[in-house]
């Protein structure tokens, strides 16, 4: 009979470059991240070791997230409006919230 991992026990590398958050299971090897780097973004043993720490920084994804502001501050297309305003009469109705809460 075999056996099968829980899994609770897996491992997972994450790639971090720029806006890629593709998602590697570990297995005791870096073989499928390293094919990754190298196909997708074009990164190898070679190509860093020309780069200086701080470009290399620069690769990895930025760890800020956008505020409220900044988000609300770019303009909606008519579609998604609609559709936000369809989720929030779904969402007032379905919680019995009063209409003030738009407000």
Request: overall charge positive; charged content about 30%; hydrophobic content about 25%.
């Given at each position: 009979?075999?056996?099968?991992?829980?899994?609770?026990?897996?491992?997972?590398?994450?790639?971090?470059?720029?806006?890629?958050?593709?998602?590697?299971?570990?297995?005791?090897?870096?073989?499928?991240?390293?094919k990754h780097l190298r196909?997708?973004?074009?990164?190898?043993?070679?190509?860093?070791?020309?780069?200086?720490?701080?470009?290399?920084?620069?690769?990895?994804?930025?760890?800020?997230?956008?505020?409220?502001?900044?988000?609300?501050?770019?303009?909606?297309?008519?579609?998604r409006q609609k559709l936000?305003?369809?989720?929030?009469?779904?969402?007032?109705?379905?919680?019995?919230?009063?209409?003030?809460?738009?407000?």
């Amino acid at each position: 009979m075999k056996s099968k991992k829980k899994k609770t026990d897996v491992v997972y590398a994450i790639c971090q470059i720029k806006d890629c958050t593709r998602k590697y299971v570990y297995h005791g090897s870096t073989t499928n991240y390293t094919k990754h780097l190298r196909d997708d973004h074009h990164i190898t043993e070679v190509s860093l070791s020309s780069k200086t720490p701080e470009e290399i920084s620069n690769l990895k994804q930025p760890k800020k997230q956008q505020s409220i502001d900044e988000l609300l501050s770019r303009p909606l297309s008519s579609r998604r409006q609609k559709l936000l305003n369809q989720d929030l009469v779904k969402f007032i109705v379905g919680t019995r919230q009063p209409l003030s809460i738009v407000e």
